[in-house]
C-alpha cells in the first residue's frame, strides 16, 4: 500500500517562526513522519536544523536560553543593522557543515535575490549560507551574496514556501504561516518599525498567494512581534497548539490520500506517472 509523503512548508516571520518548534513537536508526538522540509526565512532556520537531525526538544532549549549577543553583531548601518556573520557561524555548527543536499531529509531554504529580481530555491550550497541568505531581513540585516546573486529575505516573495515543499516530492503539505497576523502593538524603534512594515508586506503577499491543496497552520501570535526573541516560549506553545488543534485534518488527509493514477506509454506499454 502507498504511503504518502508528508512535508512541511515553514514560513517567514522573524520571532514569531518559533512557533514552527512547536508546530514539529505536536506532529511527533502523534508519529506523523515528517520526510520533507522547505523554510523560508525563520522558517528556513528552524527547518535547517530539524533536517540535519535536531529534534524539537532540543531547537526549544535552543531557543529558550540563547543569548543575543551570541548571534546579533551590530554594524555601522550602511545596508543593515546585523552583520549576519554571528548566526551563520552559529548555524554552521549546529548543521554540521552540511551542503543543502547533504541534509537528513530533504531540505529546500528559500532566499530572494534583489539583482535578478526572483526567488531562489537552495538545493546545492551550504546551509549555513542558505539560511544567513534566507534569513536577510531587509534593513535589517545586512544582504548575502551567494555565487551571482546578492540575498535578502525569503519571506519577501515566498512568504510560506509550498512550491518547494511539493517540488521535493511531498504529497501532503502542512503550510505553517506566521507572518500575516498584524502586532497590536506601537513600535518602539528603528528596528520595530522596520520589523512592522515588513510584516505587513509579508501579510499582504499571504493574502495573494494560492496556497493549493495543502492543510494551512496559522498559530495565533497577534500579540507576539517579529522581534520579540523574548517570547520564544510562548511562540513555541502558539504553534505547538495550532497544530494540535489541524491534526484532525492530518489524520483525515492520510486516511483519504491515493497515488496519482499512472499513465500508461502507448508505444512502451510502461507506466509513466
Known amino acids: 500500500m502507498a504511503v504518502p509523503t508528508v512535508g512541511?512548508?515553514?514560513g517567514a516571520g522573524g520571532a514569531r517562526g518559533?512557533?514552527?518548534i512547536g508546530v514539529l513537536q505536536a506532529l511527533e508526538e502523534r508519529g506523523i513522519p515528517v520526510s520533507v522540509v522547505a523554510g523560508s526565512s525563520m522558517g528556513g532556520l528552524v527547518g535547517a536544523l530539524y533536517a540535519t537531525g535536531a529534534d524539537p526538544h532540543f531547537m526549544k532549549m535552543l531557543a529558550l536560553n540563547i543569548r543575543r549577543r551570541q548571534w546579533v553583531d551590530f554594524i555601522v548601518p550602511k545596508m543593515g543593522f546585523i552583520a549576519g556573520e554571528k548566526v551563520r557561524e552559529l548555524v554552521r555548527l549546529l548543521t554540521r557543515g552540511l551542503r543543502v543536499h547533504e541534509a537528513n531529509k530533504p531540505l529546500a531554504i528559500v532566499a530572494t535575490?534583489?539583482?535578478h529580481k526572483r526567488n531562489v530555491i537552495f538545493h546545492e550550497e551550504l546551509i549555513a549560507d542558505a539560511v544567513?541568505?534566507?534569513i536577510s531581513i531587509p534593513g535589517v540585516?545586512?544582504?548575502y551574496p551567494v555565487g551571482e546573486g546578492l540575498y535578502v529575505d525569503g519571506g519577501v516573495l515566498d512568504p510560506v514556501p509550498i512550491d518547494a515543499a511539493k517540488n521535493l516530492g511531498a504529497d501532503i503539505v502542512i503550510a505553517v504561516d506566521v507572518s500575516s497576523q498584524v502586532l497590536s502593538q506601537s513600535p518602539k524603534s528603528v528596528v520595530d518599525v522596520l520589523l512592522?512594515?515588513?510584516g505587513l508586506?509579508?501579510?499582504r503577499v499571504v493574502q495573494m498567494e494560492d496556497f493549493g491543496p495543502a492543510i494551512y497552520v496559522q498559530p495565533p501570535l497577534d500579540d507576539i512581534g517579529m522581534g520579540h526573541f523574548h517570547r520564544a516560549e510562548d511562540a513555541v506553545e502558539a504553534g505547538y497548539r495550532a497544530m494540535s488543534l489541524a491534526m484532525d485534518e492530518v489524520m483525515e488527509s492520510l486516511r483519504l490520500w491515493e497515488p496519482p493514477s499512472p499513465f500508461v506509454d502507448r508505444d512502451s506499454g510502461e507506466k509513466v506517472y
Request: no cysteine; aromatic share 14%.
Open 8 to 10: 512541511v512548508a515553514l
Open 18 to 20: 518559533f512557533a514552527h
Open 113 to 115: 535575490d534583489l539583482l
Open 132 to 134: 544567513r541568505a534566507s
Open 141 to 143: 540585516f545586512v544582504p
Open 196 to 198: 512592522q512594515s515588513f
Open 201 to 203: 508586506m509579508q501579510e
